[in-house]
């Protein structure tokens, strides 16, 4: 059973054919693992089921760790072309329940699930030779191409994890026992809880760039803070434990949920854990996929606000303040377990990494100096919502992992569970989740003096982001107007029908908001969720609020409501979407207007977009391109480059005119003309531009 999972592949190493083979054999494992999980769906009709009406049909989910791997590569300039590029569309965005998700069905048509697998075995079979064949020198860090073969290694196994969860969720009988994925047979009484002194002391989060495991972005950098006495729970809440918050009405005391519990219990209606099963006045426990009679000495699998209500109502019982643990009392912890990270850490040790079981254990099964379960069994909630330490950088290649969830409303999980493998079980591992979300996690309690400090205002503090607020939204420089403002009022000249416009390369939506002032519906799409996480909370929140640069370290901050945008009447016909221009959904379409401002001289191919673009406008609809051709590398190949060299001949080619070329067969020309803006970098420093605007009627 050990072989089920293998352990993550070190950075290190005096030979590259060795840690090729290694690579090759940790993606495999991976791969063929991720597939082992879909298998415990009844028959191929359930993948167009959905276990939770938040989430994407399972076939989605099927189909998307492998269309990360094309994507990603494709995004780095590692590869060229394109697997399936319908496939690497609708299977690349809507995992997490987040705004620019879409997860509406009729939007979609799913393919067969046999394609899927075929495509699959050809997404494998390109990654395989990848392996074999890239660049690759000792030790691998970030830059590597190799990194992203590792990236989209450790984001399946992820997948691997939650995808259990979601089939744990589907109805009993769309799901099949799998003899790979056995459950643990034993269980007894609940023991009984007690506290364990534990001593505190400074403790230091996050890792260098060196270090010779692979991380996502959020765990590097630095974080310090002195940690108090504390104490903790010797063991996991179990269901036995749980039971009696359950029994004692816990689920219909409203003293016990905060604002966003009750709500919560309003949607959902819940009255107990949702992997419990009530038969009459009996308690019963769904496992992956079996239902058994209740574990009661097994961990109780709950949502942090489940966990919160369970330290409320223990508080008022007990007399005392009983808190979830924070990241920094569970490193101490983590510490005082005397464990070591991942190679040195063996399997055996804990119920993690399908070595054991397939699922949950008795709680009292795996000390670590004399407290329970320091990792492994379930996830821990934990009372810290996330965010990054200093010098926390985005990675190129996956720049919205982290930052959409620096927002004080993902709690981070603690711990790994028995689904857990690869980067989940490492010591430097950071994961957060929505405090409704349901993973494979329960919780421990503390007794802690310590609070976490919350912010009122969340500020923006990525740096690129918070430049484009500026942009945006900021103050006017050296006499040049607002740049979304000018476009959206050259667009509406040339418009007819006013019916919906799609804001594409959107940024942070000041443009997409305008549309909606003569528009009856706007879809803003931009590349990156870090910026349209930006319009979204504008939008639900009523405000943005960022910190720019003023001198060297120095910053200013700076809040902008919706009121007093204006926008508050008009927010209900906006829609913000994650989206690749170069690769677009197909119901991004029946289009009035599109307007691209600044994009088509940073698409990693910008014909794959002007090529199909009339496809996506009504008769009489307007394309409004801006740009002020800044053709570099980085952004697009030189192959791809639409100007800005000299052909084979020796002649200028000039962008206007190959747009010309392209979109001559489909669109007329109808004007011309110059855009000024300036993106402020600091008080001192600003980059002052000019765009070229040309607008173009659909034939």
Same mark, same amino acid.
């Given at each position: 059973?050990?072989?089920?999972?293998?352990?993550?592949?070190?950075?290190?190493?005096?030979?590259?054919?060795?840690?090729?083979?290694?690579?090759?054999?940790?993606?495999?494992?991976?791969?063929?693992?991720?597939?082992?999980?879909?298998?415990?769906?009844?028959?191929?009709?359930?993948?167009?089921?959905?276990?939770?009406?938040?989430?994407?049909?399972?076939?989605?989910?099927?189909?998307?760790?492998?269309?990360?791997?094309?994507?990603?590569?494709?995004?780095?300039?590692?590869?060229?072309?394109?697997?399936?590029?319908?496939?690497?569309?609708?299977?690349?965005?809507?995992?997490?329940?987040?705004?620019?998700?879409?997860?509406?069905?009729?939007?979609?048509?799913?393919?067969?699930?046999?394609?899927?697998?075929?495509?699959?075995?050809?997404?494998?079979?390109?990654?395989?030779?990848?392996?074999?064949?890239?660049?690759?020198?000792?030790?691998?860090?970030?830059?590597?191409?190799?990194?992203?073969?590792?990236?989209?290694?450790?984001?399946?196994?992820?997948?691997?994890?939650?995808?259990?969860?979601?089939?744990?969720?589907?109805?009993?009988?769309?799901?099949?026992?799998?003899?790979?994925?056995?459950?643990?047979?034993?269980?007894?009484?609940?023991?009984?809880?007690?506290?364990?002194?534990?001593?505190?002391?400074?403790?230091?989060?996050?890792?260098?760039?060196?270090?010779?495991?692979?991380?996502?972005?959020?765990?590097?950098?630095?974080?310090?803070?002195?940690?108090?006495?504390?104490?903790?729970?010797?063991?996991?809440?179990?269901?036995?434990?749980?039971?009696?918050?359950?029994?004692?009405?816990?689920?219909?005391?409203?003293?016990?949920?905060?604002?966003?519990?009750?709500?919560?219990?309003?949607?959902?209606?819940?009255?107990?854990?949702?992997?419990?099963?009530?038969?009459?006045?009996?308690?019963?426990?769904?496992?992956?996929?079996?239902?058994?009679?209740?574990?009661?000495?097994?961990?109780?699998?709950?949502?942090?606000?489940?966990?919160?209500?369970?330290?409320?109502?223990?508080?008022?019982?007990?007399?005392?303040?009983?808190?979830?643990?924070?990241?920094?009392?569970?490193?101490?912890?983590?510490?005082?377990?005397?464990?070591?990270?991942?190679?040195?850490?063996?399997?055996?040790?804990?119920?993690?990494?399908?070595?054991?079981?397939?699922?949950?254990?008795?709680?009292?099964?795996?000390?670590?100096?004399?407290?329970?379960?320091?990792?492994?069994?379930?996830?821990?909630?934990?009372?810290?919502?996330?965010?990054?330490?200093?010098?926390?950088?985005?990675?190129?290649?996956?720049?919205?992992?982290?930052?959409?969830?620096?927002?004080?409303?993902?709690?981070?999980?603690?711990?790994?569970?028995?689904?857990?493998?690869?980067?989940?079980?490492?010591?430097?591992?950071?994961?957060?989740?929505?405090?409704?979300?349901?993973?494979?996690?329960?919780?421990?309690?503390?007794?802690?003096?310590?609070?976490?400090?919350?912010?009122?205002?969340?500020?923006?503090?990525?740096?690129?982001?918070?430049?484009?607020?500026?942009?945006?939204?900021?103050?006017? *420089?050296? #006499? /040049? %107007?607002?740049?979304?403002?000018?476009?959206?009022?050259?667009?509406? +000249?040339?418009?007819?029908?006013? =019916? @919906?416009?799609?804001?594409?390369?959107?940024?942070?939506?000041?443009?997409?908001?305008?549309?909606?002032?003569?528009?009856?519906?706007?879809?803003?799409?931009?590349?990156?969720?870090?910026?349209? *996480?930006? #319009? /979204? %909370?504008?939008?639900?929140?009523?405000?943005?609020?960022?910190?720019? +640069?003023?001198?060297?370290?120095? =910053? @200013?901050?700076?809040?902008?409501?919706?009121?007093?945008?204006?926008?508050?009447?008009?927010?209900?016909?906006?829609?913000?979407?994650?989206?690749?221009?170069?690769?677009?959904?197909?119901?991004?379409?029946?289009?009035?207007?599109?307007?691209?401002?600044?994009?088509?001289?940073?698409?990693?191919?910008?014909?794959?977009?002007?090529?199909?673009?009339?496809?996506?406008?009504?008769?009489?609809?307007?394309?409004?391109?801006?740009?002020?051709?800044?053709?570099?590398?980085?952004?697009?190949?030189?192959?791809?480059?639409?100007?800005?060299?000299?052909?084979?001949?020796?002649?200028?080619?000039?962008?206007?005119?190959?747009?010309?070329?392209?979109?001559?067969?489909?669109?007329?020309?109808?004007?011309?003309?110059?855009?000024?803006?300036?993106?402020?970098?600091?008080?001192?420093?600003?980059?002052?531009?000019?765009?070229?605007?040309?607008?173009?009627?659909?034939?």
């Amino acid at each position: 059973m050990s072989r089920l999972s293998l352990y993550p592949v070190t950075l290190d190493g005096d030979n590259t054919q060795k840690k090729r083979q290694e690579i090759r054999e940790y993606f495999h494992n991976t791969f063929s693992l991720f597939e082992k999980v879909f298998e415990v769906l009844k028959d191929d009709d359930v993948f167009y089921n959905k276990s939770e009406i938040t989430r994407h049909p399972m076939i989605f989910y099927f189909g998307h760790t492998a269309t990360f791997f094309i994507n990603k590569l494709i995004n780095m300039k590692i590869i060229k072309e394109r697997v399936n590029p319908e496939f690497e569309s609708i299977f690349a965005v809507g995992v997490d329940e987040m705004e620019w998700d879409d997860v509406e069905s009729s939007n979609y048509k799913w393919p067969k699930v046999h394609d899927v697998r075929e495509y699959r075995n050809r997404v494998r079979e390109a990654v395989d030779e990848l392996i074999m064949t890239l660049p690759l020198t000792m030790p691998i860090d970030d830059k590597s191409p190799m990194w992203i073969i590792l990236m989209g290694i450790e984001h399946e196994r992820i997948h691997i994890e939650t995808s259990l969860v979601l089939h744990r969720q589907m109805p009993i009988e769309l799901v099949k026992e799998i003899k790979e994925f056995n459950i643990c047979t034993h269980s007894a009484e609940a023991p009984q809880n007690s506290m364990i002194e534990i001593s505190g002391k400074n403790v230091r989060l996050g890792k260098d760039k060196g270090h010779n495991l692979y991380g996502w972005d959020n765990e590097y950098g630095k974080y310090e803070e002195s940690v108090e006495d504390f104490k903790v729970s010797k063991f996991l809440v179990s269901n036995g434990e749980f039971m009696e918050f359950v029994k004692d009405n816990g689920y219909k005391n409203n003293e016990f949920w905060d604002e966003e519990g009750q709500k919560f219990l309003e949607i959902t209606g819940a009255k107990y854990p949702t992997f419990w099963i009530k038969e009459g006045d009996v308690y019963r426990y769904r496992a992956l996929s079996k239902i058994i009679d209740m574990p009661l000495d097994w961990p109780v699998d709950v949502n942090a606000l489940e966990a919160e209500a369970f330290c409320r109502y223990k508080s008022k019982k007990d007399g005392q303040k009983y808190s979830l643990p924070s990241e920094a009392e569970y490193r101490v912890l983590y510490d005082h377990a005397k464990l070591e990270d991942i190679p040195d850490f063996h399997g055996s040790r804990a119920n993690l990494n399908f070595y054991h079981y397939s699922s949950s254990c008795p709680v009292n099964e795996f000390s670590f100096n004399g407290v329970y379960d320091v990792v492994g069994n379930v996830w821990q909630w934990s009372r810290t919502p996330i965010f990054g330490f200093e010098g926390f950088e985005i990675h190129p290649a996956y720049d919205d992992f982290s930052t959409p969830t620096f927002d004080t409303k993902h709690a981070l999980i603690l711990g790994s569970s028995w689904a857990s493998s690869g980067n989940l079980i490492m010591k430097h591992s950071r994961y957060a989740f929505r405090r409704h979300f349901f993973q494979n996690a329960g919780f421990r309690y503390v007794i802690s003096n310590s609070d976490i400090k919350k912010e009122d205002d969340v500020y923006e503090s990525d740096e690129l982001v918070s430049q484009y607020c500026e942009f945006q939204y900021g103050d006017n *420089s050296f #006499g /040049v %107007k607002n740049f979304a403002l000018e476009c959206v009022k050259i667009a509406n +000249k040339f418009v007819k029908n006013k =019916t @919906k416009a799609l804001d594409l390369g959107c940024a942070t939506g000041r443009a997409t908001f305008e549309l909606a002032r003569s528009f009856d519906e706007v879809d803003g799409i931009d590349f990156s969720a870090r910026f349209i *996480s930006v #319009g /979204v %909370k504008l939008k639900n929140d009523g405000y943005i609020a960022y910190r720019v +640069k003023t001198e060297g370290d120095l =910053t @200013k901050d700076k809040k902008v409501s919706i009121k007093e945008l204006g926008y508050e009447e008009i927010k209900d016909r906006v829609f913000f979407w994650q989206g690749d221009a170069c690769n677009l959904k197909s119901n991004f379409n029946s289009y009035d207007l599109i307007l691209a401002k600044n994009i088509i001289d940073r698409l990693y191919n910008p014909r794959l977009f002007l090529d199909s673009v009339h496809e996506r406008l009504e008769s009489d609809g307007i394309l409004v391109l801006t740009s002020p051709y800044t053709w570099q590398e980085c952004s697009t190949k030189k192959e791809f480059w639409l100007g800005g060299y000299k052909d084979e001949n020796g002649k200028e080619v000039k962008t206007i005119d190959t747009l010309k070329g392209i979109l001559g067969k489909h669109f007329e020309l109808l004007h011309v003309e110059n855009v000024e803006f300036v993106i402020k970098e600091t008080s001192r420093k600003h980059q002052h531009s000019i765009s070229e605007a040309s607008v173009w009627r659909k034939r």
